[in-house]
């Protein structure tokens, strides 16, 4: 059984369209800064680590720390625009899978401020840090890649889980959510993403004639420095041709449609030439180096749009039936709310009718059937076990949901539901060990 929450009845404040056109780019503008910020964490303390032993090093991965702080600026800023459309677009798929990472997915926030803190204290006492303090600045410069590695993590996995609500009632947090669907290679994926791209920035920030890379690190000529980050973007890039086919692998193939195989496919085909550019770009004279990094950038950001849109329609494909099973449940609510108002309209209670009190099915299906299935634990026991458990004694349920109490910690406590009346608590007690029973007893009892 998958869960089917109801939508909010709500109109959107734009068009649809202009959201689902807004979507791509937006999330990979806001994509491009992350990997930026990641990828030059990662560089400036793999490269602080390497001066341990070869201080020039040391030298260049203070010039990585300063990029950091601007383009985690821009991340944050650019991320608002993304996260406002997918929780408009997905509402209900995105807020689910927001409860259930739980407590992860409210750490973003503090996680993110503390990844900043640590990044301005990493990169503004690089020199009073020296000598017997050096050990101090590289833990520090650990814990902020630490940080900046974990919150793309909790992200990935709750944007993952919304793709899977028939998991949902398998997942308890956020470590259980990294078992549904494949966290793990969209995340190296990433990692590897992060790397390439600030290979390929750094080498253009670091090639540029007023870089002032000569005068802060003497040993580094800004040519030279530019064919080797130009390098670790090569060479990155070739393992996305691993990465990228075990990413696709291990999806579920529901939502691989011709589009986004296509898409993909395409990604892929643009990925090919970009890369022959770069190693012939990598093999140019010292002088000549840099003259085309403008065609290879153009074509790194059609790869990407490739792939974000292959991304895209990948999501809408797989969540395209459960989306639907949410417009007919949000229609059924709306229905039972509009007979409940136009029962009160005319001087009736919400649980009365002109022919007598509803019916026990009637009351389970408004009241108890969004936590309770048949056979599967969702939100609360199945029936089938609650038949085992009260088959001889309905009272006990009628005394339960009337005063209930709280036994089971991977459930939420139940509201009481004394403002029923012990009548229609009792039709629904009657109707739950109905539904809960073997299927055999339940034959044998119709046919007597």
Known sequence: ???VPRDLPLPLPVPEGFLLFLIVPSFLLHLLFVNLTVGGALYSVIFEITGLRFPRFDRLARLVSETITVNK?????????PLLVISLLY????????????HAWA????????????????????DRWQ?????????????????????PLIF?????????PEKWSEVSGFFASLRVGNVFPRYLHFLAASLALTGLFLAAWFGRRNSGVEERAPEFERRELMRYFYRWTFFVSCAQFVIGPLTILTLPTRGLGASVLV????????AILTLLMLWEEIQRPRLTMGWRYWVITSFFALTALEMGYGRHRYREETLAEHKRLVQERTLDFQGIESGTQMLIAAGLGSGESRTGPPSGRTVFLQVCGSCHSRTRPVYAPALTEIYELHKDHPEDIVKWAKNPGKKRPQFQQMPSMDHLGDEALEAVA??????????VQKASASKN
């Open 107 to 126: 750490m973003l926030v503090p996680l993110v401020s503390g990844a900043f803190l640590l990044a301005y204290l990493h990169k503004y006492t690089w």
């Open 156 to 164: 990935l996995s709750n944007i993952n889980l919304m793709l899977f």
């Open 1 to 3: 059984m998958v869960p």
């Open 131 to 151: 000598g017997r303090r050096k050990r101090r600045h590289l833990l520090t410069g650990v814990a902020m890649v630490l940080c900046f590695l974990f919150i």
């Open 430 to 439: 009657k109707y739950m060990l109905e539904q809960g029973a073997p299927v």
């Open 91 to 102: 509402t209900p798929q995105f807020y689910a899978a927001n409860t259930l990472t739980g």
């Open 263 to 270: 898409a993909i496919l395409g990604g892929a085909a643009m």
């Open 73 to 81: 600026s821009m991340a944050v800023v650019l991320g608002i625009a």
